[in-house]
């Protein structure tokens, strides 16, 4: 390099210098004591510990868990990063990161379609995850504005903040102008010299400087693919992808920019709050009073950030201007001389992932039509199992819709078609049919009887009923006043009432007063007043009453789930449970329901209920096949195809087989002499055999076991069991019946069991001997009679034992009841197959079906 050229780079470095000094005036220094620089203690490493989650590993290959295996009590990790404090730096290993790509969609050529994710080192990763806490723990380095990457619900609020603006400008006829801006590359371009001057500027010391600024030095990325490896990239500017630290190292550099027009802008003015900026890590919403305003304050905020390396891309940016609460379509607002789009009443944008624009309620058809159809195709698989499938719903699809309930407000009957399809789903999995059966089987939880899947409609008006409801609870006082005042307006305008209390504002957002819609516009407690209606007022609605009421000077929810059950009021030091609690208020509410108005379709469910392990095989398979699956929902729901479940008056309801009674699903697993001495038998020998064996191997072992054996004396009875003990003195009668499952009937065989043996009971009693009567009863629809456990116990296996085997004799009860079945409908048509969990399974694999094969992909041309 030549002396001339050495002259120039050495002026450039000093012309930046000067330019990062000058744009980070408005940076605090903050008061950082010498504890952030202190030794790491095995506490924070564990606190820090249980915080992670296992990601995808890095080039070392270990997961989060490998370290708590290999280092349980942190003593040794605590050992090494405290070296590594100390001299300020870390291994050249650690800064190794290896990116792979992940395919969005569309044209695989273009690299705009390819997600790259850096995967890092974890032990790494959790020694920079130690300082991030550190540094992210310092008070007044980040303005409250920044909602970025905080342990707060940074873009509920920020949504939260910017739709009350609106619709204030909207309701009163003020004037507002926004502009939503997007950052070229934000994370990617922040140079390394303005990392360390933020925090040498922010008042950090030496230490921590040092450690970060080391952090960086030499780090490099290699990229991967399917075949192969590039060569390491040296990363020369812009934070790391992927790195714990880099959220607030980015924030912090973002600041010197925030405060800047924080210094310098107007705002806008919304009721009795100030606001600026709203950012979300380099998301950012500018709220100024004019359109001239807002040009004038993007200008300064560009000729900012440009210095740093902070690029605004124009054609990713958008505007709003409303004057006296009208959209003004024709506004032009510019970016670096170019024109920003700028929207009409119909048109949003995508704000922190959430379509926003002049109007409240927007329509979500893209997302929910995107996720139905992911139903479709889960239904048509045939790789998966019923379980997997239902699991799949619950754990990813449905969760995609949690952040638009509490952020969006899209219209009910989106939402009531959205339930719809869900429900429709779930019934389709589980071969139940769409019509007649009831949707409160779908939606309970699997504890309670049902499959487990809530209803979104529901969840959703819950969810924002709860999202709204903690901003008007905040900690934080600016969000709490803004959204009290913003409460406090719409009533005033909605009754006519100038001087309203908590009382009226409660009776408002309840539903209860009148309102008049047309003087403020559709708002965010218009929704609030809809969730009241929809969760208790209308049909089919799950809970009997809730509504806002005025509690101790604040506000409340009160709920009551059925109309003779206790009343809950939950307050602000709920928040943190409240959609749990709301949620259970919901489920007992509909489970009453499903009780009381639909008593024949949830009889099984009323037995399940109270051993709640009978329904344990819809989570996790249990010991029971794809085709007793397909049969005991239906079954349970006492919509088998039978000749009594029809509706045509022309129909015969008599047995098809027996021809003496009427073809219920009772007679046919229960009663009908077609299967009696067949299939009804082998199902309660099944059983019999199983506990049986399971004595033989309990603490009652060296008890004389006879089964089915007349009783001595003038009874003629032939109990399944009898065991004697070793003495003489004591016998234990057991008898096994697999009932159909409703309650009395359940009940009523336990006790005929019981009455069974009362003769034999009192003749050895009479003889000194002490006799007990042990019931078993397992429900031919594999449900568990919670008594039956006590009766195990007795006969000497211990509980462990028991609750393994609860689950597989349920399982094997359905599938005889299963066969019994389909051997009614088939007759001679029948084929009895070896049952894998029917407690017959024959030796060897020749039984088996074979593993169905995916067809071979085409070749490609």
């Known amino acids: 390099m030549s002396i001339e050229g050495a002259r120039l780079m050495e002026k450039g470095d000093v012309t930046r210098g000067r330019v990062t000094e000058a744009k980070s005036s408005k940076l605090p220094n903050v008061q950082v004591g010498e504890w952030i620089e202190g030794e790491f203690t095995q506490k924070e490493l564990a606190d820090a510990l249980k915080k992670t989650k296992d990601t995808a590993p890095g080039v070392d290959g270990l997961k989060y868990h490998h370290l708590s295996w290999f280092d349980p009590d942190s003593r040794l990790l605590a050992l090494l990063y405290n070296e590594c404090r100390v001299h300020r730096r870390i291994p050249a290993h650690w800064k190794e990161a290896e990116t792979i790509l992940l395919y969005k969609g569309g044209d695989e050529l273009k690299p705009d379609n390819w997600r790259p994710i850096s995967l890092m080192p974890t032990i790494y990763k959790l020694y920079s995850s130690l300082w991030n806490r550190r540094i992210r723990s310092v008070n007044g380095v980040l303005s409250k504005c920044q909602r970025g990457f905080q342990e707060r619900e940074g873009c509920n609020e920020s949504i939260g903040i910017l739709r009350t603006a609106i619709d204030v400008a909207k309701g009163k006829k003020r004037d507002l102008s926004v502009a939503w801006l997007d950052l070229t590359n934000a994370f990617g371009s922040v140079p390394h010299e303005l990392i360390e001057h933020t925090l040498i500027r922010n ?46 190292l980015f924030n912090m550099c973002l600041e010197n920019v925030i405060r800047r027009h924080l210094d310098t802008a107007a705002g806008h003015k919304c009721l009795n709050t100030k606001i600026k900026v709203l950012a979300f890590a380099d998301d950012m919403a500018i709220l100024s009073e004019s359109q001239d305003q807002l040009q004038r304050e993007l200008t300064k905020l560009d000729r900012d950030c440009t210095p740093l390396n902070l690029i605004f891309k124009p054609a990713k940016c958008a505007s709003l201007v409303l004057e006296k609460g009208k959209v003004n379509a024709a506004a032009v607002i510019n970016l670096k001389g170019v024109p920003i789009r700028n929207m009409a009443c119909s048109d949003t944008y995508k704000y922190l992932g959430i379509q926003t624009g002049v ?195 604040k506000l409340a929810i009160l709920v009551q789930a059925i109309e003779d059950g206790p009343e809950a009021v939950y307050t602000e030091s709920h928040v943190k449970k409240l959609q749990l609690l709301l949620k259970k208020e919901a489920n007992t509410g509909i489970l009453h329901r499903f009780i009381t108005q639909k008593p ?39 919509m ?114 019981v009455e069974k043996y009362t003769k034999a009971y009192k003749y050895l009693e009479a003889r000194g001997i002490k006799v007990t009567v042990l019931p078993i009863v397992v429900g031919s629809l594999g449900t568990w009679w919670k008594p039956t456990t006590n009766s195990l116990l007795q006969l000497g296996i211990d509980r462990k034992t028991i609750n393994e085997w609860i689950p597989k004799l349920c399982a094997a009860t359905a599938e005889y009841s299963k066969n019994i079945y389909w051997r009614h409908i088939k007759g001679d048509r029948y084929q009895s197959i070896p049952m894998k969990f029917g407690l017959d399974k024959p030796p060897g694999n020749s039984w088996k079906r074979g593993k169905r094969r995916k067809p071979p992909k085409p070749a490609k041309n």
């Open 203 to 248: 008042g950090f010391p030496e230490v921590v400087v040092h450690v970060v600024k080391d952090m960086y030095k030499g780090a490099s990325i290699r990229v991967k693919s399917k075949t192969e490896k590039s060569e390491q990239i040296q990363i020369k500017s812009g934070v790391k992808q992927g790195d714990p630290i880099s959220p607030t």
């Open 359 to 553: 109007e409240t309620r927007t329509s979500e058809m893209d997302l929910i039509e995107s996720v139905v159809k992911e139903f479709e195709l889960l239904v048509r698989d045939e790789e998966l199992t019923l379980p997997q499938k239902l699991d799949c719903i619950k754990s990813f699809m449905l969760p995609k819709m949690t952040y638009m309930y509490g952020n969006s407000i899209p219209k009910l009957t989106e939402l009531k078609y959205f339930a719809g399809e869900t429900m429709k789903a779930v019934k389709s999995i589980h071969e139940i049919p769409h019509s007649g059966s009831p949707v409160e089987y779908c939606q309970l939880p699997i504890s309670k009887g049902g499959l487990g899947v809530a209803c979104p409609k529901i969840t959703a008006l819950i969810t924002y009923l709860v999202s709204t409801m903690k901003k008007l609870w905040s900690d934080d006082e600016y969000i709490k006043k803004l959204y009290s005042d913003y409460l406090k307006e719409v009533v005033v305008a909605e009754t006519g009432r100038q001087d309203v209390t908590l009382n009226d504002m409660a009776a408002y957002l309840s539903n209860e007063t009148p309102s008049k819609k047309k003087n403020f516009g559709y708002t965010t407690f218009t929704r609030i007043r809809e969730v009241c209606r929809g969760l208790s007022s209308i049909k089919d609605a799950p809970l009997h009453k809730i509504k806002i009421v005025e509690h101790e000077g």
């Open 600 to 638: 024949v379709k949830s009889q099984v469910v009323q037995v399940v209920l109270q051993h709640p392990q009978s329904n344990s095989f819809v989570r996790n398979g249990g010991q029971m096949s794809f085709s007793a699956h397909k049969i005991v929902h239906k079954a349970r729901l006492n």
């Open 640 to 753: 088998l195809v039978c000749n009594a479940n029809t509706w045509d008056a022309t129909s015969t309801k008599q047995c098809r087989r027996c021809v003496k009674e009427k073809e219920t699903q009772m007679h046919i697993l229960q009663v009908c002499t077609y299967n009696k001495s067949g299939l009804i038998t082998e199902r309660h020998n099944a059983v019999h055999n199983k506990v049986s064996e399971l004595i033989k191997k309990g603490s009652k072992r060296n008890w004389k076991l006879v089964d089915d054996s007349v009783i001595a004396g003038p009874s003629v009875k032939r109990p399944d069991i009898m065991l004697r003990s070793p003495d003489g003195k004591e016998i234990i009668l057991a008898d096994v019946t697999c009932p159909y499952e409703y309650l009395e009937g359940i009940q009523r065989a336990w006790d005929h069991k």
